[in-house]
């Protein structure tokens, strides 16, 4: 045993809160939420030091680009936000005056009903129709706003599949037993984090059934959801998250809750990813 | 145009703040030899190393805002920022090798930055480092690297590595005690 090793055993001398700035600085980096003394500050920056006792490793270009891919793509997306925004606040600002226009139509139904609770039963059909022109105005800024969503989505979709880099894999028959008409392409950012997924052809799952999807790396399966598809539309997955190194993509048939891995029949299979812009 | 080159390290930030990504370069030029090293020795894999970094970076570009010069600097921020994306990507890979390893010094590899690289400072700082690490006794180095490399809780520490937990915490106390007296200077520097 060094000796050092058998002072280990002695109490340490430490200052006051020292003991707790260590503690702090290795847990967790800095302190949230309470004034930083100068004590905690310091092993902050001493922790902040310690890598540099490794050798710097040089970054592949590959790396480079990804980064600059995905702060680009950021940019999009923040621009593509700001755009929406705009047509929400012009949205929001039409919906302010059809809250007052809501709310004084209220008011008139309430003068209404007491004057009919007065007259009793002579107006109760106008009532009524009123009542129901109230909730499709509603139901129609219901759509309006579901529709300015959908368009983001698919705009930002848009921006992924037509951006410098992305690639494209083929999504075909997995088996003779597959739907004819069965087939999908997926198209990742360059990045290989964003990634688009159409596919059409597949027949409707039967109850308690559905689609899975499996990224492939390294001969693993990692999932990338479930879906069940409607008669005759096509279906449209997205998603910021992929896992590194895919160098196979597969949709098999599952329980609806989904599978750990894939136990079912595959329908759809893909290996090649080609660059096409 | 502003040269970025001369900005200083809050200056770039603010920059990145301000969604200027010519900063984030220079920011990525300047430290990403230190955080790739980081993360490699954290997670032992060059092509997750890789993601991590990504990951941190592209966390400091939608987050600069949110850096607090009193609590750290700028490089212990991107630090603790990287060591704590790859010790959560350790974490969920589950392949934590609860093992203890001897404690060895960096071998270097085929990615390794020739001499000279980044500038004269940084390879004195981690000359400095190195010297400080190389002295501790090693078992205080290796229960500090643990903590710091692996994440490890203090018990997870003595659980692995059989040594009584008031042991394993002393030891951890001393090396930081002992460091922190040692490189009082490169600390001031950063205040």
Redesign the interface.
Known sequence: M?E??E??????E?EPG??RA?WE???????QGEP?D?LR????????????????????E???A???A???Q??RE?HLHRSVRQLTLAHASRRKWMMPLAAGLMLWMGGVSFWLYRQAGEQKSAIAQLTQQLSTAEARTARLVSMQEKYAWSRANLALVTAPGVGVCSLGRASEDAPAAARGALYVAS?HQHWYMMVEGLEPSAEGYAYQLWFVSQGVPVSGGTFEPRPGAPVELASDKMP??VDAVSITLEPREGATRPTGPEILFGDEMVQVL | MTDRNSMDDKALLAAIAGRDSEALQELHRRYSNMLLALAQRVLGNRTDAEDVLQDALLQVWKQAERYDSKRSSVSTWLVLITRSRAIDRLRSRRVVDKTVTAVSLEKPSAHTSPQGVGNVFNLERRHRLQQEMSRLPSEQRQVLELSFYQGWTQREIAESTSIPLGTVKTRTLLAMKKLRKALQDEIRELL
Not at chain 1, 7 to 12: E, F, H, P, S
Not at chain 1, 25 to 31: C, F, T, V
Not at chain 1, 41 to 60: D, K
């Open positions: 060094s050092m090793d002072m280990g055993d002695r109490d340490v430490l020292e003991e260590i600085a290795l847990e967790s980096g800095l302190a930083t100068e500050r310091e092993y902050a920056e001493l922790v902040g030091l310690l890598p540099y006792a490794l050798e710097p490793q040089e970054p592949s590959h790396l480079t990804r980064l600059l995905a702060v680009r950021d940019q923040d990045d590194p190194d």
